[in-house]
Protein backbone atom coordinates (compact mmCIF):
# COMPACT_ATOMS: atom_id res chain seq x y z
CA UNK A 1 0.00 0.00 0.00
CA UNK A 2 0.84 3.75 -0.79
CA UNK A 3 3.68 2.79 -3.21
CA UNK A 4 6.19 1.15 -0.51
CA UNK A 5 8.60 -0.80 -1.21
CA UNK A 6 11.57 -2.38 1.11
CA UNK A 7 14.76 -3.96 -0.24
CA UNK A 8 16.13 -6.62 0.53
CA UNK A 9 12.94 -9.02 1.24
CA UNK A 10 15.23 -11.37 3.58
CA UNK A 11 18.33 -11.45 4.65
CA UNK A 12 21.09 -13.94 6.44
CA UNK A 13 23.97 -12.18 7.84
CA UNK A 14 26.74 -12.62 10.76
CA UNK A 15 27.15 -11.37 14.03
CA UNK A 16 29.56 -8.09 13.82
CA UNK A 17 29.01 -7.23 9.99
CA UNK A 18 27.10 -4.10 9.13
CA UNK A 19 23.87 -4.28 7.62
CA UNK A 20 21.59 -1.47 5.47
CA UNK A 21 18.18 -2.00 5.17
CA UNK A 22 16.22 -0.32 2.04
CA UNK A 23 12.50 1.55 2.70
CA UNK A 24 11.31 3.72 -0.71
CA UNK A 25 8.31 5.45 -1.11
CA UNK A 26 6.04 7.16 -3.95
CA UNK A 27 3.69 8.60 -2.05
CA UNK A 28 6.09 11.47 -1.64
CA UNK A 29 4.65 11.41 2.73
CA UNK A 30 6.70 13.48 4.89
CA UNK A 31 6.71 11.25 7.91
CA UNK A 32 8.86 7.52 7.76
CA UNK A 33 9.50 5.64 10.36
CA UNK A 34 10.86 2.14 10.79
CA UNK A 35 9.48 -1.13 13.53
CA UNK A 36 10.78 -4.38 14.38
CA UNK A 37 8.14 -6.81 15.19
CA UNK A 38 8.65 -9.75 17.33
CA UNK A 39 6.92 -12.28 19.12
CA UNK A 40 5.28 -11.00 22.48
CA UNK A 41 6.28 -7.50 21.43
CA UNK A 42 3.99 -6.31 18.94
CA UNK A 43 5.35 -3.72 16.71
CA UNK A 44 8.04 -1.58 18.26
CA UNK A 45 9.62 1.70 16.96
CA UNK A 46 13.02 1.95 16.12
CA UNK A 47 13.71 5.52 14.26
CA UNK A 48 11.70 7.72 12.32
CA UNK A 49 12.08 10.88 9.98
CA UNK A 50 9.98 14.08 9.71
CA UNK A 51 11.48 15.10 6.41
CA UNK A 52 14.71 14.93 4.68
CA UNK A 53 18.13 15.15 6.83
CA UNK A 54 15.20 15.14 10.12
CA UNK A 55 15.19 12.20 11.98
CA UNK A 56 14.45 10.99 15.39
CA UNK A 57 14.52 7.72 18.04
CA UNK A 58 12.29 5.64 18.56
CA UNK A 59 11.68 3.18 21.70
CA UNK A 60 14.18 0.44 20.82
CA UNK A 61 17.18 3.06 18.38
CA UNK A 62 20.01 1.70 20.30
CA UNK A 63 22.24 -0.16 18.01
CA UNK A 64 21.23 1.39 15.15
CA UNK A 65 21.00 4.17 13.15
CA UNK A 66 19.04 6.12 10.04
CA UNK A 67 19.28 8.31 7.18
CA UNK A 68 16.98 10.59 5.19
CA UNK A 69 18.58 12.28 2.26
CA UNK A 70 15.62 12.04 -0.24
CA UNK A 71 11.90 12.15 0.81
CA UNK A 72 11.42 8.60 -0.78
CA UNK A 73 14.35 7.24 0.80
CA UNK A 74 14.91 6.01 4.34
CA UNK A 75 17.76 3.66 5.24
CA UNK A 76 18.01 2.05 8.45
CA UNK A 77 21.66 0.83 9.23
CA UNK A 78 23.01 -2.11 11.54
CA UNK A 79 26.53 -0.75 12.67
CA UNK A 80 27.50 -4.28 13.63
CA UNK A 81 24.45 -6.46 13.67
CA UNK A 82 24.23 -8.89 16.63
CA UNK A 83 21.78 -11.62 17.07
CA UNK A 84 19.15 -9.63 19.20
CA UNK A 85 18.62 -7.78 15.68
CA UNK A 86 17.35 -11.04 14.33
CA UNK A 87 13.20 -10.06 13.31
CA UNK A 88 10.91 -8.74 10.82
CA UNK A 89 11.91 -4.95 9.79
CA UNK A 90 8.82 -2.97 8.54
CA UNK A 91 8.90 0.66 6.99
CA UNK A 92 5.93 2.63 7.18
CA UNK A 93 4.93 6.11 5.67
CA UNK A 94 2.60 8.87 7.09
CA UNK A 95 1.11 12.49 6.60
CA UNK A 96 2.10 13.57 10.14
CA UNK A 97 -0.30 13.94 13.00
CA UNK A 98 -3.81 11.91 13.19
CA UNK A 99 -2.99 10.47 9.84
CA UNK A 100 -2.62 6.63 9.13
CA UNK A 101 0.38 4.84 8.48
CA UNK A 102 1.13 2.90 5.87
CA UNK A 103 3.38 0.30 6.38
CA UNK A 104 5.95 -1.91 3.78
CA UNK A 105 6.03 -5.79 3.05
CA UNK A 106 8.86 -6.53 5.74
CA UNK A 107 12.48 -7.43 5.68
CA UNK A 108 13.02 -10.73 7.50
CA UNK A 109 16.80 -10.39 8.95
CA UNK A 110 18.75 -13.54 10.28
CA UNK A 111 21.62 -12.73 12.37
CA UNK A 112 23.69 -15.64 13.19
CA UNK B 1 6.20 0.16 30.88
CA UNK B 2 3.35 -0.76 28.06
CA UNK B 3 1.16 1.94 27.74
CA UNK B 4 -0.83 0.37 25.26
CA UNK B 5 -2.10 -3.32 26.10
CA UNK B 6 -4.06 -6.31 24.22
CA UNK B 7 -4.55 -8.73 27.06
CA UNK B 8 -6.01 -11.66 25.08
CA UNK B 9 -3.04 -13.74 22.70
CA UNK B 10 -5.48 -15.25 20.86
CA UNK B 11 -9.38 -15.25 20.07
CA UNK B 12 -11.30 -18.38 18.51
CA UNK B 13 -14.71 -17.39 16.87
CA UNK B 14 -17.27 -19.68 14.61
CA UNK B 15 -17.71 -17.99 11.11
CA UNK B 16 -20.26 -16.28 10.91
CA UNK B 17 -20.60 -14.71 14.58
CA UNK B 18 -19.23 -11.62 16.14
CA UNK B 19 -15.61 -11.24 17.09
CA UNK B 20 -14.93 -8.11 19.76
CA UNK B 21 -11.57 -8.01 20.38
CA UNK B 22 -10.25 -5.43 23.02
CA UNK B 23 -7.22 -2.77 24.05
CA UNK B 24 -6.77 -1.21 27.09
CA UNK B 25 -4.75 2.08 26.98
CA UNK B 26 -2.69 3.82 30.22
CA UNK B 27 -1.47 7.39 28.84
CA UNK B 28 -4.32 10.06 29.16
CA UNK B 29 -2.92 12.10 26.44
CA UNK B 30 -3.48 9.35 23.63
CA UNK B 31 -6.33 10.92 21.34
CA UNK B 32 -6.34 8.90 18.26
CA UNK B 33 -6.80 5.09 17.73
CA UNK B 34 -5.94 2.82 14.88
CA UNK B 35 -6.64 -0.66 14.35
CA UNK B 36 -4.47 -3.21 11.87
CA UNK B 37 -4.72 -6.08 10.48
CA UNK B 38 -1.80 -8.37 9.76
CA UNK B 39 -1.58 -11.68 7.53
CA UNK B 40 1.43 -14.11 7.74
CA UNK B 41 4.35 -12.63 5.86
CA UNK B 42 2.88 -9.18 4.99
CA UNK B 43 3.22 -6.21 6.06
CA UNK B 44 0.16 -4.13 8.97
CA UNK B 45 -2.65 -2.93 6.19
CA UNK B 46 -5.11 -0.26 8.43
CA UNK B 47 -8.35 -1.26 9.60
CA UNK B 48 -10.39 1.40 10.90
CA UNK B 49 -9.49 4.58 13.30
CA UNK B 50 -11.17 6.49 15.54
CA UNK B 51 -10.43 10.50 16.97
CA UNK B 52 -11.09 10.81 20.90
CA UNK B 53 -13.76 12.99 20.11
CA UNK B 54 -16.29 10.06 19.10
CA UNK B 55 -17.36 7.10 20.80
CA UNK B 56 -18.21 4.76 17.78
CA UNK B 57 -17.52 4.65 14.35
CA UNK B 58 -18.55 2.34 11.66
CA UNK B 59 -16.88 0.79 8.46
CA UNK B 60 -18.80 -2.58 7.35
CA UNK B 61 -18.49 -5.20 8.90
CA UNK B 62 -16.12 -3.32 11.17
CA UNK B 63 -16.96 -1.09 14.16
CA UNK B 64 -14.42 0.39 16.72
CA UNK B 65 -15.89 1.76 20.00
CA UNK B 66 -14.08 3.58 22.29
CA UNK B 67 -14.43 4.34 26.03
CA UNK B 68 -12.50 7.05 27.14
CA UNK B 69 -13.44 6.95 31.10
CA UNK B 70 -12.51 3.66 31.15
CA UNK B 71 -9.27 4.01 28.66
CA UNK B 72 -10.38 0.91 26.58
CA UNK B 73 -11.67 0.58 23.25
CA UNK B 74 -12.89 -2.64 21.49
CA UNK B 75 -12.78 -3.87 17.71
CA UNK B 76 -16.22 -5.40 16.14
CA UNK B 77 -16.14 -7.93 13.44
CA UNK B 78 -19.70 -8.63 12.05
CA UNK B 79 -20.33 -11.19 11.21
CA UNK B 80 -16.96 -12.68 11.35
CA UNK B 81 -15.12 -14.31 8.01
CA UNK B 82 -12.53 -16.98 7.70
CA UNK B 83 -10.80 -14.42 5.66
CA UNK B 84 -10.48 -12.34 9.21
CA UNK B 85 -8.31 -14.69 10.68
CA UNK B 86 -5.13 -12.38 11.17
CA UNK B 87 -2.85 -11.29 14.22
CA UNK B 88 -4.86 -7.52 15.18
CA UNK B 89 -2.56 -4.59 16.77
CA UNK B 90 -4.31 -1.79 18.49
CA UNK B 91 -2.20 1.53 18.33
CA UNK B 92 -2.51 4.88 19.92
CA UNK B 93 -1.17 8.60 19.45
CA UNK B 94 -1.09 12.00 21.17
CA UNK B 95 -1.38 14.76 19.13
CA UNK B 96 -0.38 17.63 22.29
CA UNK B 97 3.33 18.00 21.56
CA UNK B 98 2.98 17.15 17.99
CA UNK B 99 3.58 13.33 18.25
CA UNK B 100 3.54 12.03 15.02
CA UNK B 101 4.31 8.16 16.89
CA UNK B 102 2.15 5.64 16.91
CA UNK B 103 2.60 3.15 20.13
CA UNK B 104 1.34 -0.28 18.95
CA UNK B 105 -0.22 -2.96 21.49
CA UNK B 106 1.25 -6.43 21.29
CA UNK B 107 -1.33 -8.24 18.80
CA UNK B 108 -4.18 -10.75 18.95
CA UNK B 109 -4.39 -13.47 16.81
CA UNK B 110 -7.87 -14.05 15.58
CA UNK B 111 -8.87 -17.56 14.09
CA UNK B 112 -12.42 -17.22 12.77
CA UNK B 113 -13.55 -21.26 12.02
CA UNK B 114 -15.53 -22.26 9.34
Known amino acids: DAGITQSPRHKVTETGTPVTLRCHQT?????MYWYRQDPGHGLRLIHYSYGVKDTDKGEVSDGYSVSRSKTEDFLLTLESATSSQTSVYFC???????????FGPGTRLLVL | DQQVKQNSPSLSVQEGRISILNCDYTNSMFDYFLWYKKYPAEGPTFLISISSIKDKNEDGRFTVFLNKSAKHLSLHIVPSQPGDSAVYFCAASASQGGSEKLVFGKGTKLTVNP
Open chain 1, 27 to 31: ENHRY
Open chain 1, 92 to 102: ATGGGLQETQY
